[in-house]
């Protein structure tokens, strides 16, 4: 059956009224109608409705007619939404929904038969690559592609593989790339025309904010905003010049090492810093130079990644919490340091900078005053000389403040539209944020019992702070508990502290220390089995708990003194309530999880969420709430919410947007408007002076390579010879090597990769020639593991001419020494990190005299090795690559799930010889890990069964 070209669709998704449209605003629907006639990459800013322009294009194309369109590259929580919207759209009968094949359970024949049924459907890419490259899809019956995250596609990507394949075979279907990530596209030489150039299309689309068509969809009904600049606290702006400082700094040590020939180091500055790709950047710039640059370079990259951190927790832990991850930092480095025997010089150097010190004594203060006990106290009892402050953080009053004003505004002027609910929406980052907010707002108006009052003094009708026994708009119920817990915390690292150093004695001294470490971690308040710090602790029976503390250490406070810090520890010890109380994070019992299950009036409800991105525009409409609270500024929400309210006449939305005034957060925030319009603004100017590219036509595209192998020039008994062969060169491939990126470049040199399920090697380029690859982390894994010599065993017994791939990334170094801290062996004595491989690859070339070893710089010199290799040799023969390991008897076509076969390869004591055996003759992996020794023994042999029954059964 011919394909359905874009053409025959034109007039059909646009006008007819079995196609339910719903793009309320008009820059949607006029980028709805451009896209149905032509094909185009459309640029879209990010929050202006990307995935409801796609969800609407692929149902149109699915109550056409019979399409067979292909959504790719597509996240799974994508495919949801899109499903699901496709769902509610609805449509005519013939509308099939979109059908998702993401897992490899579905058989070959299985998806055969889908393709063949056409619709709309999201495919992984290593299985449309597959399927596209065996024909188990009809290519001619493909009506089109559509690519989400095009900024992702590169030129060695599995998605171009995709296109290259896809264009090669269909000439008349359509390709349709849509990205909302613009910054993606302005980085590097020509980047757009390089991206249409994977993508094989001619037209960008742009649509930033300040398009036209954009900014009058969105002005005419605009939302209530108010902002609210909140300041930080002093002891929190005095934190955040410190770690700033120290970025400046570690900076400034950075340029001083690095190599000013080969790195462009212009942008590395603070501000350059702050944003949230400035690591993968830097990383990306040293890569080349990893090997030649000095331990410290390295220690300070880093640090800077930490320190990056670092402001972002200032702004978003408490202050407890904030203290405590300093207090791991300091642990972390001190144990390291102590276990290399280095001392101070192995170190973050930032650690001996004043403004470090300024970190640490600022976010103690901001936590407590006083000391501790040297085994950090307990968890259950406050030290005497602690004297606890518990700041807060600024925007939590705020917040408060903020729901207070929206409950007297729903009393005073009641909802008089029926578009929206009475739905407070408060957006966070992230949901760690989202867990201590809800924690927050639910103990924010709890009482405050002291001796005297007790219980007497309800909270009064403003919820106003009161000073007896009272009700307050403070966390100080929270805080109390986030103090405990960091109590507890301590007293867990300094006994691990002392058992880690009591072992290093003992190592030193005669070896009995791991013994005596083993025997103090397993006892009963070891640290392992406690519940973590920020989780409340259920007691059971009664709730009381000792409220004495033994006498420390140091001076003695004053009477008056003494008096103040016993109420404040009285203050601070767990009350009855709290004791009581139900736990409100940890998750409850499944038995009894029919009790909590209930269905919330959206009136008066409160939603504590964290930015999800395109889920969010799903979330306003579910939602319709009458408040948002923006409690962390986001770009890409701000559009949402413009979205949103423009698309509905009848609905009324007042947000308040909340940030930290002189902040890093409203410096970020700045910037990334910032980079987003300065990346449009050069993807625009490119875009007017690029050339046409006409060897991207689909009509008109000539495959070069194919002229090339049908008229060859072959020199025979001295004279020219014109041979016509149009059979490209073949290599045999793994389908697990359509992870990387040589099938794509192998099939780009012009040698057509053949995948199939290979028992041995993953490469067979002749008859004779058999070829395992190896990147760098998999070939330390294989060592460690043993998997390896496994493999040498069985390509050396099967082919004449093994070997083993070794193959760096383009842009790293073409050295073993970066990867020095990589091979984390058990041994003691062995040599550590790059001389350690070096070593294992002698013994492995010992072992195998007949093992060749090849050393490749990138992907792409490998597909120059490969085409070396085979050049006057036959091809090989699929068939018999197939069968080449198995069994005798053993069916090459069964088939087995490939995820859970790959989980039972990397199991101790399972090898490829040994694999087939165990799917065999046991169903699954559950089924496996509930064996007995002696049963796995049966089919794998003792020394095996004793590795794979301890990979199942050791405790942690």
Known sequence: MASTTTSALEPAPASSPAVKISLPLPYQ????????????????????????????????YDVAGENLVLLVNASEDETDWVGEAMAETGGVGCAKGLRVINTEAMGVAGRRKTYERGGVMAVTSRILVVDLLT?????????????LHADRVTATSLEAFILRVYRRKNKSGFIKAFSDNPSGFASGFSPLSTMLKNLHLRTPTLYPRFHVAVAESLESKTAEVIELDVPLSPAMLDIQNAILQCIESSLSELRKGGNSREIDMEDWNVEAALHRAFDVTLRRQLDPVWHRVSWKTRQIVGDLKELRDMLSYLVTYDAVSFHQYLEGILATQSSGATSMGMGRMNQSPWLYLDAAQTIFETAKRRAYVGTLPKNGGSGATIPATLHPVLEELPKWATLSGILDEIEREAV??????????????????????????????????????????????????????????RVTHSANYMMRRRLRGYLAWKQDLSKFKAAYNEMNRGTGGGGTGGAQMQKRMQEPQSFRGRAPANKRRRMRGSGN?????????????????????????????????????????????????????ELFELKNLVVVHPFSGDMDDRLLEELRPRWIVMYNPDTAFVRRVEVYRSS?????????????????????????????????????????????TLTTDAHTDIDQAELLRTITNTRLGGGGKLSATAEPPRVIVDIREFRSSLPSLLDARGTSPVPVTLTVGD??????????RKSIK????????????????????SYAQPMVLIEFEKDQSFSLEPFAGADTSSSSTAAPGGDDIQAKLVL?????????????????????????????????????????????????????????????????????????????????????????????????????????????????
């Open 135 to 147: 024909d188990n899809i009809p290519s001619d019956r493909i009506t089109g592609v559509v690519v």
């Open 29 to 60: 629907q006029e980028l709805f109608t451009s896209l149905l006639t032509s094909d185009a990459l459309l640029i879209l800013a990010r929050g202006l409705g990307l995935l409801r322009i796609v969800t609407n294009l692929l149902h149109a």
């Open 545 to 597: 708990v000792g409220s004495s503390s033994k006498a420390t250490a140091g001076a003695q406070p004053s009477d008056e003194q003494a008096v103040n810090v016993a109420a404040l520890w009285q203050s601070l010890q767990p009350t009855e309530e709290e004791a009581a109380a139900k736990q409100e994070i940890a998750v409850d019992p499944l038995e009894h999880m029919e009790d909590f299950y």
């Open 648 to 692: 509905h006449n009848d609905r009324q939305v007042k947000v308040y947007f909340l940030y930290y005034g002189d902040s890093v957060e409203e410096q970020r925030f700045l910037s990334a408007v910032r980079r987003e319009k300065d990346a449009f603004s050069k993807l625009i100017k490119e875009k007017g002076s690029m050339a046409v």
């Open 412 to 469: 005073m002027n009641p909802q008089l539209d029926h578009g929206t609910n009475g739905t407070v929406l408060v957006m966070c980052s992230d949901a760690k944020e989202c867990r201590q907010l809800r924690e927050y707002l639910q103990t924010v108006n709890r009482p405050v019992e002291d001796e005297e009052d007790g219980e007497d003094d309800a909270e009064d009708d403003d919820g106003e702070e009161k000073e007896g026994g």
């Open 778 to 797: 998999d070939l330390i894994a294989s060592f460690r593991n043993g998997r390896l010599y496994t493999q040498c065993e069985a390509m050396s017994a």
């Open 844 to 956: 492995l070339t010992i072992a195998f005299p007949r093992m060749s070893f090849i050393w490749s710089s990138s992907p792409h010199q490998t597909a120059e090795i490969f085409a070396e290799l085979k050049s006057g040799h036959p091809e090989p023969d699929v068939d018999a690559a197939v069968v080449v390991g198995l069994e005798a008897g053993e069916d090459p076509n069964s088939s087995y799930n490939n995820a859970p076969q790959e989980m039972l390869r990397v199991i101790p004591g399972i090898s490829g010889k040994n694999a087939r055996l165990v799917m065999q003759d046991v169903e699954n992996l559950t089924e496996l890990s509930n064996m007995d020794e002696a049963d796995i023994a049966k089919l794998v042999g003792k020394e095996a069964a004793k590795k794979v029954w301890r990979f199942f059964n050791k405790t942690f």
């Open 763 to 772: 490469y067979i380029l002749t008859p004779t020639i058999c070829v395992e």
